[in-house]
Each structure stands twice: as C-alpha cells, then as structure tokens.
C-alpha cells in the first residue's frame, strides 16, 4: 500500500500540479486507511472489497471523527481509488460505495474593523521586525489572499507605481489591487527593513523569517498570535480570519460579489456569497435590540 500511495502522491503532483498542502492532506488520510486495512490483513490495492472502505467509514464515525474529516476523508479515498481503477490495477471504482455526510457550512469568524484597526496597529515600527510585521498585515487584510499565497509572494510580484500585488495559485496567477497604507507599509519595509531579513540578493521571497529563509505557516501563525493577543483580541484567531474579515468589509462597504470573489481565488461563486449573510445577521441583530417590542 505504501508504493501505491506514493505512486498516487507522485501522479497528483506531476500531473495534477496539486499543492503542496493538498498532496500532505492525501498523503494523511491515505496512511490512516493503510493502517486501517493492515490491522485486517489487507497490504495491497488489489486486495481491498468495497465492505472494507464501508468498515473503514464506520470505524471514522465510531471515532468521533468531525463531519469535515471524515468528508476529507472520503474525498481521499475517491480520488485514490478512480486513479487505480482508470489504471486499471482495479476492475472498478470501490469508492462508488462511500456517501459523504452532509456538511453544515459555518459562518467563519471575523473581526470587526475596529478590532483590524487595533491588530495592525500592534507592530513596533521602530523596529525592523516591527516594519516588516506590518508591512505582512496590511497586505494581508489588503488582498484578501491566503497565507500561503502571502509567503510566496517575490519582490517582482509587487508594483507599488500602478498599486497592485501578484498573487499565485498554482499555476494560475490574479491581480489583486492595493490601497495607499497597504503601499506605505510596503515602501517603508522595502526600503528600511527587508535587507535586514534576506541579506542575499537571491532571495526572491518578499517576506523572510529573522535567519533569510522563507517564512513558514506556522511561523506566521506565532506572529499573528502575538500581536492579537497585544491587541486584546479575544477567541481563536488565525490568517484565515484576516481573509475571511477582508470580504466582509468590502461587501459591507459596496464591493460587488464578482470583484470579491475574483480578488480572493474562489473558484465558485457560492463560496463568496457566503459572506453576504454577515449582513443579514448583523441586520437582524441591530433590528432585535433596538425595535421597541423584540
């Protein structure tokens, strides 16, 4: 099982041009089910019976797996098991058995432009780190990208003249605009900070870590950490509350669905309009604690 995974692993990367994050995602989920059928005696793809992958399902829910997991999971699984099949290792798709429980889809946290306001405004501007800090934030909330699109993001990635950033997914790329403090920060950590980060001109990144290497998730993950807890901000805060705060704010503000969910890199348009119902909540709440007889 283990030379099929990598064999699998392998296809997704050189065909499929998954990223990384995507391919380590597969690669979990496909270990647990290898260990899953090893403890039944199962070591190879040609062995497997559509009941075991049923058994392995149940095994998942029996665990308390979260809903979400378990539909990772399953996607894993599909996916593995229609590659060997069009292979033709297998003489069918064993997958075609697996249902995926139904997700609720959650209303994501966000901060509210005040608490955004006290966050960027954490960063010690005296100080380099402080530059750059800042500089990685406002970015952040400016275009709405992921982190892991922020921390690949080069020097040539960023015109400061016509205000807009580079921002690469893959191997697609979108043009994402940036305003006057975004740019401000960037010109300040551009010509006062960055060299104090990527001391050697081969660096290409736009952001290092304190030794010149490219900055890690987790280790921006520490940075944000600390600067919501120096802002008072209270509840799990992650890159991914910057984003999810950055489309709120623009539909809030007037932006139109379309042009947000360009920005952002939403393949479907309905993962966006998810957005809109902060407005509707935020309606009904103001509407409950003023209206007289609520």
């Keep these: ?7 699998f692993i392998s296809y997704l990367h050189n065909m499929k041009k998954m990223s990384n994050n995507t391919e380590v995602s597969y690669q979990r989920d496909l270990k647990k089910l290898a260990a899953f059928l090893k403890s039944r005696g199962i070591d190879s793809v040609e062995m497997i019976k559509e009941g075991d992958l049923l058994d392995y399902l149940l095994y998942m829910e029996n665990a308390n797996f979260a809903t979400s997991s378990i539909c990772r999971n399953i996607a894993s699984i599909k996916a593995f098991c229609q590659y060997f099949y069009k292979m033709g290792i297998i003489d069918k798709d064993l997958s075609v058995v697996l249902k995926a429980p139904k997700v609720e889809k959650k209303m994501p946290e966000i901060l509210s432009v005040e608490e955004v306001d006290r966050l960027l405004k954490q960063p010690d501007q005296k100080t380099a780190k402080g530059i750059r800090d800042q500089a990685m934030l ?3 909330y400016a275009t709405g990208m992921r982190v892991s699109e922020l921390l690949h993001v080069q020097v040539k990635d960023v015109n400061l003249t016509m205000g807009y950033v580079v921002c690469h997914e893959n191997e697609k790329e979108r043009i994402i605009p940036i305003g006057k403090i975004c740019k401000k920060a960037l010109e300040n950590y551009l010509e006062n900070a960055r060299q104090q980060f990527a001391k050697l001109d081969s660096v290409e990144e736009l952001f290092t870590n304190c030794s010149g290497k490219a900055m890690s998730r987790q280790g921006f993950w520490k940075v944000l950490k600390g600067y919501a807890q120096s802002a008072g ?4 805060i992650t890159p991914h509350t910057l984003r999810h705060s950055f489309a709120v704010h623009m539909l809030q503000n007037g932006a139109d669905v379309k042009s947000v969910q360009e920005m952002m890199g939403h393949s479907d348009i309905s993962t966006t ?3 809109l119902n902060f407005g509707k909540n935020k309606m009904r709440d103001v509407y409950m604690k003023a209206h007289p007889r609520c």
């Design 1 to 7: 099982m283990e030379r099929r995974i990598r064999e």
């Design 138 to 140: 406002e970015l952040l």
């Design 233 to 236: 901000i209270e509840g799990d």
């Design 273 to 275: 309009q998810l957005y």
